[in-house]
C-alpha cells in the first residue's frame, strides 16, 4: 500500500515563498500521478496541482499558475509543490494524493485525506 505524508507548511507574510514535500513509502511513487490539493475551513477541496508519471506533464489551477510549481524526486521518492508569491487566499491545509491529472482538471483516485500540512499567508 502507498502512504503519503505531506510536511513543509508554515506561516509566511504575502508574496513570501514555501516549499512542501509529499513523501511515499510501500511503493515507488513514479508509478502514480501525484496531486496536491487544498481545503480552507468552510470549503470543499480544491485541486490545485497534479504531475503525472512517466511524461511529468502537469496541471495547475488558474488561481495558482504562474506562482506554484510542483515537480518529484524519484530517489528521494518524494513530490513538491514550490509555493511564490504566496496570497492569504492561499491559506488552507494541503494534501497530496494519488490522483487523474487531465489536460484542464484533476481529480483525486481516492478521497482518503490524510493529516495534510497547513499553510498561512498572513496579509
Known amino acids: 500500500q502507498l502512504q503519503l505524508v505531506e510536511s513543509g507548511g508554515g506561516t509566511v507574510q504575502a508574496g513570501g515563498s514555501l516549499t512542501l514535500s509529499c513523501a511515499a513509502s510501500g511503493s515507488r511513487l513514479d508509478y502514480y500521478n501525484i496531486g496536491w490539493f487544498r481545503q480552507a475551513p468552510g470549503k470543499e477541496h480544491e485541486g490545485v496541482s497534479c504531475?503525472?508519471?512517466?511524461?511529468?506533464?502537469?496541471y495547475y489551477a488558474d488561481s495558482v499558475k504562474g506562482r506554484f510549481t510542483i515537480s518529484r524526486d524519484n530517489g528521494k521518492n518524494t513530490v513538491y509543490l514550490q509555493m511564490n508569491s504566496l496570497r492569504p487566499e492561499d491559506t488552507a491545509v494541503y494534501y497530496c494524493?494519488?490522483?487523474?491529472?487531465?489536460?484542464?482538471?484533476?481529480?483525486?483516485?481516492?478521497?482518503?485525506w490524510g493529516q495534510g500540512t497547513q499553510v498561512t499567508v498572513s496579509s
Open positions: 504531475l503525472s508519471s512517466g511524461d511529468n506533464a502537469t
Open positions: 494524493a494519488i490522483s487523474w491529472c487531465l489536460i484542464k482538471t484533476m481529480w483525486p483516485w481516492y478521497e482518503d
